[in-house]
């Protein structure tokens, strides 16, 4: 037993040392867990801005399903958090409706809401991070990628996912209005692609599970999951995300995302 | 109901349901317009809109000769948008209501019929919108103090949340520093108000023919308005101004064409200045909405100038009962006039006045969703309430369930004598 634990020890140090330089000797699996996350981010950054299209199918635990059709702009700032803007197709009643959403490094998201029957623009509170997204198993939290500073880190280990070999990384909500005691995540080596997110609740049991799959690259460089698979745990419900369409670095009007321009989205 | 452009999407078959001289005028301005350009260069084509079916039911019988106490009818809204290469689009918006019982509630509208222009400036953006089109200002949900562009469309529902079309040239500049617009409002549209035979209206019919309005104003009184509106990070602001001719009629009694007794709808000329802000905290908004209007008449007959304001706070529980959101607001409604003041759009006199409304968002498939509110007058003993529940059926149907409550009216309040309109509304919506 003496003669294993250092081994065991020195395995994992080289391991993480293989992966992250020697530094990764000293650091603390905190500082290791949020320069997964600083690496992943600079992988996402320069994006400039791009335009998808969204499908959400929801399931119930009897098996009914619901469809939902979204048209989405991502914009990326200069210093400051991305602007997304959500424009709603289908179902058919909230057809026009649009969300905007101003992400925030530091102090809260700002969020609007246009409704087209009323022709009214709506700032929204952005405290109801945990609310569901549209009836669907995400919460408006889990959608798109959330800042560095949203979250403290911690890097557990290594171990092998979706054939590849991959770190495991919980990561802790800053918000205390988040509906999530902790998150952990599984992300590839190669590319550093988030393969699977177990979500846990405030009262720590296992609520959901997210698995990202169908990855493609886009500009030789950014890489986006097609198919986003959500299981509840508690209800059995599950929801499907489906994007396609993606469209990089396309003539997109910045101001387009202010709430000027919200009334003008169809 | 997306699709390709027809080679010709301006077609006139929409003319033959067009219910005025003015308004098929300024279609025809509008179409003008926008035809050569769309004809040249449409890029997208939508066809959207949706048809409600519904029938409404009073418990009560009516004060009044020849009302009935049920009500059927339907309301259809196309919506036509075409776009060209540049972004630049042509928005076709009619309205028809058909009401078996209120002539006066079967009515045409055009809500919008307006071709939007927009470009750079510099860093800033400019955009133009020309015809006719509707404008929401302001961030209070009891009343739409600030609001003022539109008539609006009384007949529809006594909550005054639908709004006649109103013609337009509306100018936008924004930037970083903000959003200035600039109106021009030619055409005042007087407001829609129940016939003879329908319920919610007062002791004498309004008479929709002839209109009063300000020796200075005719009907072609060009009214101006500007805003300024601008986030300041969790505090949203604007502040506006309105110079023309009132929304908001006084009801003088007089002999109509035919010699019976009704209510002559006057209009004055009014300037309005107004402000709304909302500082957005956390689960909290905090709301405040001010006028101060000078020119109109008041209850007894003479012109005074006042100010009025709502304020109060929304709050956003986090998901409560397995993931319900409930929003919950309170607002308290003032107006300097006191007991002289008029109703304005809301039945109910709102010169000292506290609503209290909640939302619940049931965040199901169906997307359900139960608003209660309730406004009570904290000095006459008025008192309404509404309660409405709609969920989808399908994608393309939804239905919703509303009952509008007069719990109590004081005699003091000019909708006294509808006191006996309470109602329940059922409404199927298919949209296409």
Redesign the interface.
Known sequence: MITVKPALTALLFSVVAGSYGMSALSQTPEEIGLRIEKEYHEALDGFANYTANLNML?R?RQG?E??RQLRIKVLEMENDGDRSLFIFD???????TAFLVHSRRE??D?QWLYLPA???????????R???FM?SEFAYEDMGVPEVEKFTYKYLRDESCANSECTVTERYPVDK?S?YRRQVVWRDKDELRIRRIEFYDRKDSLLKTLNFEDYQQYQDRYWQAHTLDMVNHVTGKSTTLTWSDFVYGEDV?A?EF????LR?I? | MQSQPPDSGCRSTMFNILPGPRILLMLLVSIGVACPLAQAQVEFF?L?G?LTLETRHSPESGLYPGQTSSASGFSLTPRL?F?NAQGW?FNLTPFLRIDHVDSERTHMDLRQAYF?M?G?IGDD?W?LRLGI????WG?TESQHLVDIINQVDLVENPSA?QKLGQTMVHF?R?GNWG?AELFVLPFHRPRTFPGAGGRLRLALPVDPDPISRAASNDERHIDLAARY?H?F?PL?LGLSVFDGTSREPVLFPELDAIGSPALLQHYDDIRQYGLDA?L?T????LKLEAIHRSGETNLVGEQEDYAAAVMGF?Y????VFG?T?LSLVSEWNIDARGDRALPRRNPLTLQNDLAVLTRFGF?????SELTIGVIRDMERDSQLAAVEFSR?LT??W?ISLEWYGLLEIDPDEIFYQARRDSFFELSL?L??
């Open positions: 929801l119930n009914q619901s469809e289908e179902p058919r009643d909230v057809a026009g102090e809260n700002e009323l022709q009214r623009v709506k700032r929204i509170a952005s405290s109801n945990s609310g569901s009836g209005r509906g009007n101001n202010t709430q000027t321009g003008r169809r | 939508d959207a949706d948008y776009e689009s939007l927009f750079d953006q955009e089109d509707q404008v929401f961030v949340e936008t924004f959003t509106s986030s990070g949203d909302q957005t956390g689960a909290w908004l929304e956003q529980f986090q998901s993931g959101d965040n199901d498939v169906s997307g989808r994608d393309r939804s919506s949209f296409l």
